[in-house]
């Protein structure tokens, strides 16, 4: 059974940082393309950042520059660090897995969801 928890998320001022962590169980993690994204009320899911096996990555523009993904394979974990928060950033933030090793930024093409953990920045 895959089993994705996400945790980090919390209140946060403007112009702070904060650290999301996945931690990833039951899936071949290391050939697997793992993902953000984010979701706020009345709207659809949002791509953030993708990193695949080999550590190659994607960003969506509202948050390229300002986010790093990262993977640590032995632990089965992928992190997203965040900083110089906008009020915009506020959402539900889902972690997820892809049975691909390959890149994706649409919400279909990822196999598996973790719950979600929120993310509020306050102005």
């Known amino acids: 059974q895959v089993k994705l928890v996400e945790s980090g998320g919390g209140l946060v001022q403007a112009g702070g940082s904060l650290t999301l962590s996945c931690a990833a169980s039951?899936?071949?993690?290391?050939?697997?393309?793992m993902g953000w994204f984010r979701q706020t009320p009345g709207k659809e899911r949002e791509f953030v950042a993708v990193i695949n096996w080999s550590g190659n990555n994607a960003y969506a523009p509202s948050v390229k520059f300002r986010t790093t993904i990262s993977r640590d394979n032995d632990r089965n974990t992928v992190t997203l660090q965040m900083n110089s928060l906008k009020p915009e950033d506020t959402a539900v933030y889902y972690c997820?897995?892809?049975?691909?090793?390959?890149?994706?930024?649409?919400?279909?093409?990822?196999?598996?969801w973790g719950q979600g953990t929120q993310v509020t920045v306050s102005s």
């Open positions: 997820a897995a892809r049975t691909s090793r390959y890149l994706a930024t649409l919400a279909g093409q990822y196999d598996y």
């Open positions: 039951g899936l071949a993690f290391s050939t697997s393309a």
